[in-house]
């Protein structure tokens, strides 16, 4: 049986670039012919994947997992967190919904999860060489330190040596990293074994008077600096870098940023095209006038509908779908477009709505969650999107609501929904889509445009790779694997 070894990745902050180093790691040791899997005990996210056991993880692992060339498993995120509101999250244990809990109260429950953690991180270490771990946020959150189960104090409950990640593009990376470290009890700064800059723009010269003085304040070597990457690989923390881009192309697609907008990764795939503008929209004078709209997921339907009701997004969306604009919703999306939604278990607060009235469904809401991957072939469309007709789709299911119909897609005239996320993913499906927003204004398409999903997806994550490996001290990596903690 194997034992692997454990190479721990923690972060001064969130949105430090946690994930992707974790992806370029598990690449990396992939690549040099090591068996690698991904692991997070605990992660905080609303954007998840469905196994094939119908369990639910982490989009996050399910990506490093893919990095790592194997399936992923529910095993590298035992601990999931779907935020629900301000104060309260989802707890979804081993893939399954364990229930709704203020912070507060989970605070104090987490412990319990110690051996659930342990259990399925012993489970992956029996079966891979290397285990690439992720914190979360950063361990130096003084008052969240006690019975701490995801930075620190999993590291020392899997014996794993620690690199530490700092974010140079938000300015003050060594106060970052040196008052992290500084933080730090003794035995958990021993566990830190060296440090990594991320994200670095320019000439690294100037960086290196900097890299001594750290070293001289805290005798932790720098294995490396990364520079800041141009790949396309779904990031967890990615939508506010997304966010930013207000350029409007030939195509332009708006996505309604929803306060709990969950799985925004599902429309990526429109990004990969030069001539489509896809835009995150949050108030009415960013509407514009878009060539299709999308109503994303959200962990809260009814009052995130009620939000773009009273800041008049619904009203603009109801307006552009009556002159014809495509409309499409996808899982929260598809339940905000039918006539009602009702929550009479309290399942995501409890409520009843009417909903926007563009397609013929009333959503009812339990406590079971419905999870599930599906594929099949797209038939019956009509209108605009008619092309997608018999093109192979695949994707998965994870919602609370029922909706009457088992239809993979509804459509009302220009309005469609479905419950699939990823369901652009699979090869020509985009594309086939922004074909049609062309030809709707008289807009050659370049056929030559699209490319191989797979192909694409394996090229940057070697890409990734390549770049990591240059920047990092592979010798002192390996090094601090050998020698643990």
Same mark, same amino acid.
């Given at each position: ?18 994930? #992707? ?48 060339? !194997?399936? $992923? ?26 229930? @709704? ?9 987490? =412990? ?16 891979? &060489?290397? %285990? ?10 003084? @008052? ?6 995801? +930075?620190?104090?999993?590291? =020392? ?10 974010? !140079? ?26 440090? *990594? %800059? ?8 100037? #960086? ?12 932790? $070597?720098c294995a490396g600096v990364i520079p800041y990457m141009n790949v396309d690989i779904d990031d967890e923390d990615s939508l506010s870098e997304r966010l ?23 429309? /990526? ?29 959200? =962990? ?10 009273? @800041? ?41 709505? /009417?909903?926007?009235?563009?397609? &013929? ?7 079971? =969650? ?20 018999? !093109?192979?789709?695949r994707g998965y299911e994870m919602h609370l609501g029922q909706s009457g119909t ?8 220009? *309005? ?10 699979? +090869? ?19 056929? +030559? ?29 390996? /090094?601090?694997?050998? +020698?643990?903690?």
């Open positions: 049986m194997k034992i692997a070894k454990p190479l721990m990745i923690q972060g001064t902050m969130s949105n430090a670039g946690k994930s #992707l180093l974790c992806a370029a790691l598990c690449r990396i040791f992939r690549q040099d012919g090591h068996c690698v899997a991904p692991f997070k005990s605990q992660n905080m996210a609303l954007n998840s994947y469905i196994t094939e056991e119908g369990l639910e993880m982490g989009r996050a692992q399910a990506v490093q997992a893919e990095a790592a060339g !194997i399936r $992923p498993s529910v095993l590298m995120n035992p601990v999931l967190l779907k935020p629900t509101t301000d104060t309260g999250s989802q707890i979804i244990v081993n893939g399954k919904v364990l229930g @709704n809990m203020p912070a507060a109260e989970y605070f104090k429950y987490k =412990k319990q999860l110690v051996p659930e953690i342990m259990r399925a991180y012993d489970a992956l270490a029996s079966e891979n &060489d290397i %285990i690439v771990i992720e914190g979360a946020g950063s361990p130096a959150e003084i @008052n969240l330190k006690t019975d701490d189960i995801v +930075n620190m104090g999993l590291a =020392k409950m899997a014996e794993a040596p620690v690199l530490l990640a700092g974010d !140079i593009d938000r300015g003050g990376v060594f106060a970052q990293l040196y008052g992290t470290i500084a933080l730090l009890e003794p035995d958990e700064r021993s566990l830190v074994k060296a440090t *990594v %800059i991320n994200k670095f723009r320019g000439d690294r010269s100037i #960086l290196a008077p900097g890299l001594d003085m750290l070293y001289d304040l805290v005798k932790i $070597p930013r881009s207000g350029e409007r192309r030939e195509i332009d697609i708006a996505i309604i940023c929803l306060p709990r907008i969950s799985n925004f990764t599902d429309f /990526s795939p429109f990004e990969r095209f030069p001539g489509v503008s896809v835009r995150y929209v949050r108030k009415l004078s960013g509407f514009g006038k878009p060539d299709m709209i999308i109503l994303p997921g959200t =962990k809260s339907t009814i009052s995130d509908l009620k939000w773009m009701r009273q @800041n008049g997004l619904e009203a603009q969306i109801l307006k552009a779908a009556s002159r014809g604009t495509p409309v499409f919703g996808i899982c929260g999306g598809l339940q905000m477009l039918g006539k009602r939604i009702s929550d009479p278990d309290e399942a995501e607060g409890g409520g009843e709505i /009417s909903g926007m009235g563009l397609l &013929d469904i009333e959503t009812v809401f339990s406590c079971e =969650k419905t999870r599930r991957q599906a594929e099949g072939t797209f038939s019956g469309l009509t209108g605009m999107f008619e092309g997608l007709n018999g !093109i192979g789709y088992d239809r993979p897609v509804l459509q009302s005239r220009n *309005v469609y929904g479905s419950y699939i996320h990823g369901l652009f993913d699979a +090869n020509n499906i985009a594309g086939t889509v922004v074909k049609a927003l062309y030809e709707a204004r008289g807009l050659r398409f370049d056929e +030559n445009a699209g490319f191989d999903a797979q192909t694409y997806r394996e090229g940057q994550y070697d890409k990734l790779a390549a770049e990591v490996r240059k920047a990092l001290d592979m010798e002192l990596i390996y /090094s601090i694997l050998e +020698n643990g903690i």
